[in-house]
């Protein structure tokens, strides 16, 4: 009984993750679904094994824990992303100036030579890569979602030129971009198809709007 409802949960587990049916549940939905599942099954081949031995077996309870860690690892990879890029690298507000009024963020260069930052975009976090090469803020597929685009939304008719070479990204228009208190609203973006894109961008059509944007050795200054 336990091993054949193991190989259903595994099969089931998979067919939501390659469908992107999981995705469509928030990561506390996810985590809940998993741990009523998980503990549904490894209380069932408990009481199942100790009628017919009269022994406790441990084997269930170790694969109920390690299952509930693999999900919950899945659906709070985003959450994990963040957090990653937060330790990487935060906007770091300058002293306070009283001759200059505008609002600035100070980024420190990250170990691999980039300059990241965590911004919120449409008020949700997301992680992005400072690309001055970039024309457009261009957003990962799972980046969109998070901030709450839908596929039916996108609309891939914009050929661009990247890393990878020539593919067709969704143009977008982003209600609002804030990295510390440096704020830029109405800007103009796109999203990448599925897969298509490591690292979001933070490129020119945030950049170009600022008055200032300078790197300074190790450090580059971000000012309204």
């Given at each position: 009984m336990f091993w054949p409802m193991t190989l259903i949960f595994a099969l089931l587990f998979s067919a939501l993750v390659l469908t992107g049916t999981l995705d469509e549940f928030s990561p506390v939905a996810q985590f809940v679904l998993a741990l009523s599942v998980c503990t549904s099954v490894a209380c069932m081949a408990i009481t199942r094994s100790y009628m017919r031995s009269g022994k406790f077996q441990i084997l269930p309870v170790v694969w109920a824990i390690s299952a509930i860690v693999i999900v919950g690892a899945y659906s709070f990879k985003d959450q994990g992303h963040l957090l990653a890029l937060s330790m990487l690298e935060q906007p770091v507000a300058e002293p306070?100036?009283?001759?200059?009024?505008?609002?600035?963020?100070?980024?420190?260069?990250?170990?691999?030579?980039?300059?990241?930052?965590?911004?919120?975009?449409?008020?949700?976090?997301?992680?992005?890569?400072?690309?001055?090469?970039?024309?457009?803020?261009?957003?990962?597929?799972?980046?969109?979602?998070?901030?709450?685009?839908?596929?039916?939304?996108?609309?891939?008719?914009?050929?661009?030129?990247?890393?990878?070479?020539?593919?067709?990204?969704?143009?977008?228009?982003?209600?609002?971009?804030?990295?510390?208190?440096?704020?830029?609203?109405?800007?103009?973006g796109a999203v990448a198809r599925p897969d298509q894109l490591h690292s979001s961008l933070l490129g020119m059509s945030f950049i170009e709007r600022l008055t200032e944007a300078s790197i300074r050795s190790d450090r580059i200054i971000l000012r309204n």
């Amino acid at each position: 009984m336990f091993w054949p409802m193991t190989l259903i949960f595994a099969l089931l587990f998979s067919a939501l993750v390659l469908t992107g049916t999981l995705d469509e549940f928030s990561p506390v939905a996810q985590f809940v679904l998993a741990l009523s599942v998980c503990t549904s099954v490894a209380c069932m081949a408990i009481t199942r094994s100790y009628m017919r031995s009269g022994k406790f077996q441990i084997l269930p309870v170790v694969w109920a824990i390690s299952a509930i860690v693999i999900v919950g690892a899945y659906s709070f990879k985003d959450q994990g992303h963040l957090l990653a890029l937060s330790m990487l690298e935060q906007p770091v507000a300058e002293p306070a100036d009283p001759a200059r009024l505008n609002p600035e963020v100070m980024l420190m260069r990250a170990w691999d030579g980039h300059f990241r930052a965590v911004a919120d975009v449409n008020d949700v976090p997301v992680g992005l890569l400072i690309d001055t090469g970039a024309s457009l803020v261009l957003l990962r597929h799972d980046d969109a979602r998070r901030i709450g685009m839908r596929d039916y939304e996108l609309d891939y008719t914009m050929a661009v030129t990247t890393a990878n070479g020539r593919s067709f990204v969704a143009p977008v228009t982003f209600e609002e971009i804030r990295i510390g208190g440096v704020v830029v609203r109405e800007v103009e973006g796109a999203v990448a198809r599925p897969d298509q894109l490591h690292s979001s961008l933070l490129g020119m059509s945030f950049i170009e709007r600022l008055t200032e944007a300078s790197i300074r050795s190790d450090r580059i200054i971000l000012r309204n």
